[in-house]
């Protein structure tokens, strides 16, 4: 069993960063491929970046590459999602999830454990 926090959203201007953060309870969160999801009003939830949990390979929707780098911390069993140059469209409820399974997992129905989700709105 994970259970997954998130924290660090908040009201950004566009052009900003953010930094989200994850951290997961279980002595098992190395096991599993990390992955963050987001939603927008009246939208579908979408992947937007996953990282292994062996190779720590990350992987990206192809929208966000350049601006999104995830990363995690086998210490603090935290994982991060760092945005960079904001932008409105980036507006969304983001959430982190779990799978253990290892694998560029890109679809929520991989994944076996969610956080409730961190508010991200951007101001243009």
């Known amino acids: 069993q994970v259970q997954l926090v998130e924290s660090g959203g908040g009201l950004v201007r566009a052009g900003g960063s953010l930094r989200l953060s994850c951290a997961a309870s279980?002595?098992?969160?190395?096991?599993?491929?990390m992955g963050w999801f987001r939603q927008a009003p009246g939208q579908e939830r979408e992947f937007v970046a996953g990282?292994?949990?062996?190779?720590?390979?990350?992987y990206y929707r192809d929208s966000v590459k350049g601006r999104f780098t995830i990363s995690r911390d086998g210490d603090k069993n935290t994982v991060y999602l760092q945005i960079d140059s904001l932008k409105p469209e980036d507006t969304a409820v983001y959430s982190c999830a779990a799978s253990p399974r290892e694998c560029r997992c890109t679809y929520a129905r991989e994944y076996d454990y969610w956080g409730q989700g961190t508010h991200v709105t951007v101001s243009s």
């Open positions: 279980g002595r098992t969160f190395n096991s599993y491929t």
């Open positions: 990282i292994t949990w062996t190779g720590r390979v990350p």
